[in-house]
């Protein structure tokens, strides 16, 4: 969800010429970071407290806002993109506290435009589930609702208007891949397992997903893929593949901007499998289906977004938040590396 011009970026940000970073927040702990227009919204971990805060940076200010509604017990995990009219919208989710794994996740929206206040998306939510990872454009938001128990997730896929009654049902999409053929024993065939859905990205009729899964006969720890569904053509296709390893190779950020599709490679474990130019920013031009490749950054990127002619990257931040750990834990605007052409990178 990403349209800004460079004049415009560079007059909100007052970014110095060339490749140099501005750090337009520091948000004290691991998060995801969207943009919309100009504007980011991220969650702002407050130590004393021990929550999370709903933050923006609007565009044009000087300065993070702190949204008014309350703080969580864990992120956000909120997107940012336009209303049916056109003006900033966010969608983000309300879970139980720690420890154990998220329960009574809830989606909510809060627009930017309007003194409205924080709203439950009522003809989504389901008391009996989690709804989680929403995303939003246009007055449709996506998302994915857990059927699985425990520790044994089952997400599935959904997109509906946020308009539409409670009755109407939610379209089912693709999501996370059912099966798979393993690609160290190809004998092996059969239904994947610990499916989980780590990011969702509206933008028009095209819905990025980030997702990861085991399977029978594959190689490493994990599969993780970014995939590309069309909403309206009810078609679905891989854009990248990565096997997880110690490393925890994780793709980052999916966004969109101008036709492309933009993500990046990170190691959230040993960074040994995003060195020696393994990690870094990709972009994907959705006609013509072209990658390219941009100069490697840092191994460790919690956060990112691809405005085409900005990235915001979280960058030098722990998972232990108490002490030091994330003294220099912050969000970034650079100018983007330079690319070129690359190969697909696909299983």
Known sequence: MRRICLAAALAVLAL???????????????TAVKEFAGTIVFSQFDPPTNRYFLTVRRAGAAAPERLPVAPSARPFDADIGPDSSGRP???????????????????????LANATGERPVRNANDPDHNDMNGT???????????????????????????SAPRSRPSTRLPGV?????????RR???????????????????LALTVSYGCGGC????????????????????????????????LVGPSFFAGRLG????????????????????????????YERGTPGPARLDGFADTGTLLYETIGCSEETGGTFNADCRIDAIA????????????
Do not use: H, M
């Open 89 to 111: 919208e966010l969608i983000y989710q309300r879970c139980s506290p720690p420890p154990g794994v998220p329960k009574g996740c809830d989606l909510f929206v809060f627009s």
């Open 16 to 30: 110095p010429a060339a490749a140099s970073a501005q750090t337009v927040a520091t948000p004290a702990a691991p």
């Open 136 to 162: 939003i454009w246009r007055g449709r938001i996506a998302w994915a609702r857990d059927y699985g128990s425990g520790s044994t997730p089952n997400p599935i896929v959904y997109t509906k208007a946020l």
């Open 188 to 206: 092996v065939t059969g239904p994947t397992t610990g499916r989980t859905v780590q990011d969702l990205e509206l933008w028009g009729e095209n």
């Open 219 to 250: 190689s490493g720890i994990d599969q993780s893929e970014l995939r590309l569904d069309d909403l309206g053509g009810g078609t679905t296709r891989q854009v990248a593949f990565q096997v997880v390893g110690l490393s925890g190779q994780t």
């Open 263 to 290: 993500w990046y490679k990170a190691c959230l474990g040993d960074p040994a499998g995003c060195q020696q130019g393994q990690g870094g920013p990709f972009r994907y031009t959705l006609t013509s289906r072209r």
């Open 336 to 347: 983007p590396p330079a690319y070129a052409a690359t190969r697909a990178p696909l299983r």
């Open 177 to 185: 891949p059912q099966r798979r053929t393993g690609d160290v024993d």
